[in-house]
């Protein structure tokens, strides 16, 4: 139920550097930020010219009555109105462009890593984990990025203007409301503390309710035929009750705040009118009009926004920093297995000629050598142990053994998902690793022990394999893996959508379409981990017999619980933790009544017993 990778950074104290790192991704929209800090300084000279001119407007009633010139201030104020209706436009639609452009960068370069990082990475994070740095991640660094610009620029300026404006009508009642500034930037920087604490909380509290209902959903069949289901709701509305003591406690902090800056605000006016009352009224010509005094009341309501504002906004920023950093450390992530300096600079220089293949090494695969090789996955565990084996073309070999016995990772290597600790895998005496990857990818067609089917209809998955295949092609490799038949029964047949990720198939019908996928790549070396495990015993042996004509000319690997499947390989290797502990073909390890004749006999017998019963 936990999720250790969710929220690993969201206490570390602030830090620049993080920030400094995220900067040229904001940058490339360096003219749209640079018109949102203009729109800022506009909106800061607006607000500061509203109140002065009030106090203006007052004065000149209160001097020579109501005049002519109050419609000059009349299409004044409208103006400013009209202007400030378009820069709040002007800023909104820009805001708007910055996040759909940042998010869109940040995603994209996400998903390239995506595509390039090795099976390891895959295996140490979840997929909720890996989806939600390119949602809630990126989306909350690219909606940072305009609002802190404008907010900023805004509030600095709004604030030295006002000082400005506020210290040239009258320096003395200048300083009296300015007293309200400190008490506000502690009370701010204290509550959006507090918010951002509570804040966290809750996030934290969210995460792990999705996490929750994640488990619940996708285990849902699982806790049914468990009887799991009351204790499952009680561990919800645990989590649901956390959420909802986090969640008011957020809500008080607000409710507290908001009052008591705008209550400082308030005292400000309440300084303003008792000095600036005094003055007007005892001595007019030192003292300062009535027109000033109510701008300056005006000032002092108006000082609490900026204030309040940079500090939410910095709060802000503290808060997306863990999302920050998540997505550097993804955009930092080297691949752990790609293409050497050497191999990119071969396939830079290479000129095209015939039975070469792009990295400048023969195309065609003759042999694959298992050289004196050790792996393991978390160097804690050693799989394999100074593991040899010859592979020659044309021929199957089977891999047979208990569970956990490494047969996947040996085709696992094959395939060069992961990286030899010891040794090395050769191809035609050539080091794997000086060979291009998209090369050996290229050769190869692998079906993997769960099948994996994407969304869409049944020939786009087949053609997955290769994208310039005509129908009949697909058809025939359909033909070939006995999955026409299943096919044709549909009511669209080769159109019928398979739903997300398959769910619309059983599974021995995946089986049966990614093994297509598969041969229609046309492949040199073949993998077959499981492939035929879900599917019943005589399609199974249709199957087979249609395989033999493919495989012949390739290197097939095939691993198999049931033995029947691999009766007809060429070799059949017995492997005990990740050691071959017998080699031959089946004649020759049924007469030698050793590992495999005791599984096949085993086997053999169950079958037939459950065949009777
Ligand atoms: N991604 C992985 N990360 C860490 N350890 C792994 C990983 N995959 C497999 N292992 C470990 O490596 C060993 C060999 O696993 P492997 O998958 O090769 O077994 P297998 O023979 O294919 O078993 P099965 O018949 O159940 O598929 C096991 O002990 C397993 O725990
Ligand atoms: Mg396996």
């Not at 047979?400 to 990286?419: D, M, P």
């Amino acid at each position: 139920m936990s999720q250790p990778h969710l929220d690993e950074h969201a206490h570390s104290p602030f830090s620049l550097d993080v920030w400094k790192r995220m900067l040229p991704h904001a940058l490339v929209y360096r003219a749209h930020l640079i018109w949102m800090g203009v729109a800022g300084i506009f909106l800061a000279l607006l607000d500061t010219l509203f109140p002065w001119m009030t106090g203006k407007m007052i004065d000149e009633v209160t001097k020579v009555g109501l005049s002519q010139s109050l419609r000059q201030y009349g299409i004044g104020y409208a103006v400013m109105v009209v202007m400030f209706a378009l820069s709040v436009w002007f800023f909104i639609w820009l805001a708007g462009k910055i996040i759909t452009g940042i998010a869109f960068d940040l995603r994209d370069k996400g998903f390239r890593k995506y595509q390039e990082l090795s099976f390891s990475y895959y295996d140490k994070h979840s997929i909720g984990w890996l989806l939600s740095r390119l949602t809630s991640d990126c989306n909350k660094l690219s909606s940072l990025v305009p609002w802190l610009t404008l907010d900023v620029v805004w509030g600095t300026t709004l604030l030295t203007f006002l000082v400005i404006a506020m210290m040239a009508q009258s320096w003395q009642l200048a300083l009296v409301v300015l007293s309200i500034v400190p008490p506000l930037i502690l009370v701010s920087i204290y509550f959006q503390r507090k918010l951002l604490e509570s804040a966290r909380h809750v996030r934290k509290n969210n995460a792990k309710i999705i996490a929750s209902f994640n488990e619940s959903l996708m285990g849902i069949r699982t806790t049914k035929t468990l009887n799991r289901e009351s204790e499952n709701l009680k561990e919800f509305q645990g989590l649901s009750g956390e959420m909802y003591d986090h969640s008011t406690r957020n809500a008080l902090q607000n409710a507290v705040y908001l009052p008591i800056i705008t209550s400082l605000g308030s005292i400000g006016i309440g300084l303003a009118l008792w000095m600036g009352g005094y003055t007007v009224g005892l001595q007019k010509s030192a003292g300062i009009s009535l027109g000033t005094l109510i701008a300056f009341m005006q000032y002092a309501t108006l000082l609490y926004h900026p204030i309040e504002e940079i500090a939410r906004r910095f709060s802000d920023l503290q808060n997306a920093q863990a999302a920050a950093e998540r997505i550097q450390e993804l955009l930092d992530t080297e691949p752990a297995i790609q293409d050497s300096v050497l191999v990119r600079q071969a396939i830079a220089s290479y000129t095209p000629q015939k039975g070469i293949a792009h990295d400048g090494y023969p195309d065609k695969i003759r042999h694959i050598v298992f050289d004196h090789v050790d792996f393991s996955y978390n160097q804690k565990e050693t799989v394999l142990k100074d593991f040899q084996l010859e592979v020659h073309t044309g021929q199957t070999i089977a891999l047979v053994g208990s569970t956990g016995s490494g047969k996947s990772t040996i085709v696992n290597l094959v395939a060069r998902f992961y990286e030899v600790t010891q040794g090395a895998i050769l191809f035609d005496g050539i080091d794997i690793r000086e060979r291009s990857l998209h090369w050996l990818h290229s050769k190869l067609g692998v079906v993997l022990q769960s099948p994996h089917l994407f969304s869409g209809t049944i020939r786009e998955n087949i053609r997955y394999g290769r994208l310039d295949a005509t129908d009949e092609e697909i058809e025939q490799a359909a033909k070939m893996v006995n999955a026409h038949d299943f096919i044709s029964r549909l009511p669209k047949t080769y159109e019928t959508q398979v739903g997300e990720q398959g769910s619309q198939l059983s599974t021995g019908q995946k089986q049966l379409l990614s093994l297509a996928r598969a041969l229609l790549s046309d492949p040199e070396i073949f993998i077959m981990d499981e492939a035929t495990s879900s599917v019943d015993t005589e399609t199974e042996r249709l199957i087979q017999d249609g395989l033999e004509r493919v495989l012949s000319g390739r290197i097939a690997f095939v691993i198999a619980h049931r033995l029947s499947t691999i009766r007809s390989a060429d070799r059949i290797l017995v492997i005990d933790k990740g050691v071959i502990v017998e080699d031959g073909d089946h004649d020759t390890l049924i007469k030698k009544k050793g590992r495999y004749y005791d599984l096949y006999t085993k086997q053999f017998v169950q079958e037939q017993q459950s065949f009777m019963g």
